[in-house]
């Protein structure tokens, strides 16, 4: 009983302890561990797939590079560091009053969106989201919801979206459109300014599963309507080329997007009263059509609060894209800051050995004696001695030799073999003659399979196989059963 008492007492004390270190939570801002950081001075005048926002009073750009977010003069010039660190933070968005900037961070250990002021203080987690995960967000009109793309995933790795609505004190959110599938995506949200309708693109390409060869010059990506009201969608724009990363003007008549012709992607313009579509800018970087583009298809672009230019980022350099005279001015940026990079993790693997130990064997027969185990490892035939003898090659032939099978009487075997030029054999081998050499049984070119030798051991059956993508097919015609004379022929 004293036994006893003690033990509890014992695990009473130890299980609290457990308890309090199990539920350490972990910090994507100051990870555990041995990450051996290393400071990195970063300077640069231009950047990579760098998402932007003009503030509503068309003073400031916002902007994020290499997973932190900056803001400039709408001029150019130095940036000053609004968001930096471990978390992964991108898409900055101004408020309609420009007194905050929402954006994507996965500080709270997955993609989520969050607000702060616009100088980059007082930040804060607006969705808390642990599985189906968030980003793109934007603003209504109001300033009061934000509304950004939800992923699912199924089956598959890739998965699809939905646009839902959270009110910036947080919340479960609403949704307010629904997937076709569990594959095909939907993407980069845009709010009209009277908050009537939500602009967006979705992958209409026939099949209803993500396809990776797709055609960028038909139409993947459709931009499309939803009416806040009715609840109604309808297409807006698409057709060859698709048109994707919409972006509504500041007075809701125009409708920005980006579409593909042939090898270029292209900045278009919609006008949403006549249904008029012109290119402004022609040399934008290259999309993400036809790829998974789980951030969006294209970097996130903003007009200027008067309508008459397009700020955007291509090729390393934020441009200014005027409507009027389609002049671009490349808008001057330097960012200087100092980033934490942890050290990469490294193995240590040798690139060749004279030897090696194989992992697994294939075909494995066993002589009709039972004194002798043939099989395949590492592309070529081995021969045992049972019960513990130490296998030895063969052959030394240098094609891959396969699918070996004795003849009854064990003095011979049958096997495939395979040579990209010379195509597949049948080959048989003397077993009992000392220092014999493979002898090839088959005159003709061919994929063949599974040989045996019949009872008598004067033929050999064996299947002819049709063509198939790995091996070609050449020399595959009537394939089917055949038998063929163990002397040839």
């Not at 101004?94 to 994507?104: H, V, W």
């Not at 309508?307 to 330097?334: C, E, N, Y």
Request: overall charge neutral; some cysteine; aromatic content about 12%.
């Amino acid at each position: 009983m004293k036994i006893a008492t003690i033990l509890i007492l014992a695990c009473g004390m130890v299980l609290p302890s457990l308890a309090q270190k199990s539920s350490a939570k972990w910090d994507v801002s100051s990870p555990t561990g041995q990450w051996n950081y290393k400071e990195v001075p970063l300077s640069t005048e231009e950047g990579t797939w760098m998402n932007l926002d003009v503030s509503p009073d068309g003073k400031q750009i916002a902007f994020d590079l290499l997973g932190d977010i900056y803001s400039m003069p709408i001029g150019g010039g130095d940036a000053k560091v609004l968001r930096s660190g471990v978390p992964f933070e991108i898409q900055p968005r101004f408020s309609p009053n420009g007194k905050y900037i929402s954006f994507t961070s996965d500080a709270g250990g997955g993609d989520n969106v969050w607000i702060m002021k616009a100088d980059g203080s007082d930040a804060r987690q607006v969705t808390k989201e642990d599985f189906r995960l968030l980003n793109n967000a934007v603003w209504t009109p109001d300033g009061n919801y934000l509304i950004a793309r939800k992923h699912f995933t199924s089956q598959r790795s890739l998965g699809a979206g939905e646009m839902w609505m959270y009110h910036i004190s947080g919340g479960s959110g609403t949704q307010l459109t629904k997937r076709r599938n569990d594959q095909q995506d939907v993407n980069e949200p845009t709010v009209s300014p009277d908050g009537r309708f939500l602009y967006f693109c979705e992958d209409m390409y026939p099949g209803g599963f993500f396809q990776y060869n797709k055609d960028p010059n038909e139409q993947i990506y459709v931009t499309r309507r939803y009416d806040f009201l009715s609840g109604e969608l309808t297409d807006i724009t698409g057709g060859p080329g698709s048109a994707a990363r919409p972006q509504i003007s500041r007075d809701g008549k125009k409708l920005a997007f980006v579409k593909r012709v042939r090898e270029k992607t292209v900045l278009f313009i919609h006008d949403l009263a006549t249904g008029e579509e012109f290119p402004v800018y022609d040399d934008l970087s290259k999309d993400q059509m036809e790829a998974w583009a789980i951030f969006g298809v294209y970097p996130n672009y903003s007009w200027m609060p008067d309508q008459t230019a397009i700020i955007l980022w291509s090729k390393g350099k934020i441009r200014k894209i005027d409507l009027t005279s389609l002049a671009v001015t490349t808008i001057p940026l330097r960012v200087n800051n100092t980033l934490n990079v942890a050290q990469a993790l490294h193995f240590t693997n040798e690139t060749f050995r004279e030897t090696f130990t194989s992992k697994a064997i294939r075909h494995a027969v066993t002589s009709p004696d039972g004194k002798m185990l043939i099989f395949n490892a590492a592309g070529y035939l081995w021969q045992r001695d049972l019960p513990n003898g130490v296998p030895k090659r063969l052959t030394a032939g240098t094609d891959p030799e396969f699918e070996p099978n004795f003849s009854s009487s064990g003095s011979e075997i049958t096997y495939v073999t395979w040579n990209d030029e010379q195509r597949g054999a049948i080959m048989k081998l003397s077993l009992t003659v000392k220092g014999a050499r493979p002898m090839k049984v088959t005159s003709e070119k061919g994929t063949y399979r599974q040989p045996a030798y019949s009872p008598d051991g004067t033929r050999i059956v064996f299947v002819k196989e049709d063509g198939n993508d790995h091996q070609g097919y050449t020399f595959t015609k009537d394939p089917g059963i055949y038998w063929i004379s163990s002397g040839g022929g």
